[in-house]
């Protein structure tokens, strides 16, 4: 069965600082992993989508890399702003289309 | 396409009444799927549907909760009778068959059972 685990839980950090968020997965084999936002009482903004053959993706600010081998990726966020402060969930795609999800890392940003 | 639609936005209920979630997913789609959000447990895919055919309800929590999918563009989901520890915020998404294909979420369901 497979496991997602986001680390930290939690992550605060001044205006301005790259910020890096973990996703671990414990099966390999998976289509794709995908990045999402979600503000609080709000629904799943995707992010970043990278596909199993990739090693990373990047949209503006963001980039996510992937190691599929070593079940790992990474969120980078450059130079963050007050506006980046939400949660941060990530999802591997396996068999069936079933998207499995972390526990997501909740991100403050202090101005 | 205006995205993955969801209905009610909330819901409040007294325990044991009937609530129905709905969903329309993204036209052309064949997978949909529905997903509860709690601070507890994070979240869970309840059930998926291929081409209106349930594939996997092994995420359903009881046989309080039920999943239709009568035609491609019109989803429910039932939970009869409510409890208040259903109270949770259900998602709905949807993807094309593609392995590669992104999943798009609907804005979610707040559901509160008092």
């Known amino acids: 069965k497979q496991e997602v685990t986001q680390i930290p839980a939690a992550l605060s950090v001044p205006e301005g600082e790259n910020l890096v968020l973990n996703c671990s997965f414990t099966?390999?084999?998976?289509?794709?992993l995908q990045w999402f936002r979600q503000d609080p009482g709000k629904g799943l903004t995707s992010l970043l989508l990278?596909?199993?053959?990739?090693r990373e993706q990047t949209s503006g600010r963001l980039n996510a890399s992937l190691d599929k081998s070593s079940g790992r990726s990474t969120l980078y966020i450059a130079a963050s702003q007050p506006g980046d402060s939400a949660t941060y969930l990530c999802?591997?795609?396996?068999?069936?289309?079933?998207?499995?999800f972390g526990g997501g890392t909740r991100v403050l940003v202090k101005p | 396409d205006a995205g993955v639609i969801q209905s009610p936005r909330h819901e409040v209920t007294e325990m044991g009444q009937e609530v129905t979630l709905r969903c329309k997913p993204i036209?052309?789609?064949?997978?949909l799927f529905w997903y509860r959000q709690t601070m507890m447990r994070g979240l869970e895919l309840l059930i998926y549907?291929?081409?209106?055919?349930?594939?996997?309800d092994s995420g359903m929590p009881e046989d309080r909760f039920s999943a239709k999918m009568p035609n491609a563009s019109f989803s429910t989901l039932k939970i009869q009778p409510s409890e208040p520890r259903d109270s949770a915020v259900y998602f709905c998404?949807?993807?094309?068959?593609?392995?590669?294909?992104?999943?798009?979420f609907g804005q979610g369901t707040r559901l509160t059972v008092v």
């Open positions: 999802a591997v795609k396996a068999a069936g289309n079933k998207l499995t």
């Open positions: 099966d390999s084999a998976i289509y794709n």
């Open positions: 998404a949807s993807s094309s068959a593609d392995d590669r294909a992104e999943a798009f």
């Open positions: 549907f291929n081409n209106n055919v349930p594939i996997d």
């Open positions: 990278i596909q199993s053959s990739q």
């Open positions: 036209s052309g789609h064949d997978y």
